[in-house]
């Protein structure tokens, strides 16, 4: 149990990285008897299929539901209500695939790339609230 969530009371719903499978995924689980809280979407686009079907259902982000992406975005503080995401520090794992590609052209071994875990940043944003009650 982290942060007071239980593994069971996680629901997950697949999509393919574009609006639309985020759309269709938010739909789902925002159509349960037990409407989930909390989304976090995979990317951002997915995040930007999140608000508009919770939109669409007439919810309010984030006092119905939370949204939150993996990936940020210059553009996520545009959205009514800012979209909150998850950056990647994108210029250190540039570095490190372009690090152990060069070592594989040069025959030698590639660094430990599972080694390479540069933090990420949450940046909170009004899309992200309190659980309602």
Sequence with gaps: MTAGVSPRAVLVEEG?????SGHQA??????????????????????????KAARELGLRVPFDVSVVCFDDAP???L???PLTAIAQPVQA???????SFLA???????????????PCTLL?????GLAPL
């Design 16 to 20: 393919d990285f574009r609006e639309g």
């Design 26 to 51: 938010a739909k789902e689980l925002l159509s349960r008897r037990s409407r989930p809280t909390a989304i976090v979407a995979a990317d951002g686009l997915m995040g930007v299929g999140v608000l």
């Design 75 to 77: 553009w996520f503080d």
């Design 93 to 99: 794992l540039a570095e490190a695939a372009v690090q």
């Design 124 to 128: 909170r944003r009004a899309s992200c």
């Design 79 to 81: 959205f009514d209500p």
């Design 104 to 118: 594989l052209v040069a025959g030698i071994a590639p660094p430990d790339l599972a080694a390479c875990r540069p």
